[in-house]
């Protein structure tokens, strides 16, 4: 089972990227899927999800600035990041649960993990 994150890179403060992740190796029928971010130093915090119904949930310091989407078909996720900070950069890497909170709760404990891609903004 793998999770492929891809779509990171170097922008401008301002600017927009969008992140992709394609699972395989099983279907993710019913999984709620979503992204993290890591920063040096810091730890991973959560940035968004989405239930396979099409919910969406998002942390405080990206509301309004990235959307969350998913091809339930094609067993994809994207994450669309518009107005990028500076203290947008870091690692992203998508994850996998059954449950919504297993996401988005205080102790993130997904199912799967993907490999992180680089996303940095220059100011």
């Known amino acids: 089972v793998q999770l492929q994150a891809s779509g990171g890179g170097l922008v401008q403060a301002g600017g927009s990227l969008r992140l992709s992740c394609a699972a395989s190796?099983?279907?993710?029928?019913?999984?709620?899927m979503g992204w993290f971010r890591q920063a040096p130093g810091k730890e991973r915090e959560f940035v968004a999800a989405?239930?396979?119904?099409?919910?969406?949930t998002y942390a405080d310091s990206v509301k309004g600035r990235f959307t969350i989407s998913r091809d339930n078909a094609k067993d994809m996720v994207y994450l669309q990041m518009n107005s990028l900070k500076p203290e947008d950069t870091a690692v992203y890497y998508c994850?996998?649960?059954?449950?919504?909170?297993?996401?988005?709760?205080?102790?993130?404990?997904?199912?799967?993990w993907g490999q992180g891609t680089q996303v940095t903004v220059s100011s």
């Open positions: 190796g099983r279907t993710f029928g019913g999984y709620v």
């Open positions: 994850a996998a649960a059954i449950t919504n909170r297993a996401l988005t709760g205080p102790r993130p404990n997904p199912a799967y």
């Open positions: 989405m239930s396979w119904g099409g919910v969406g």
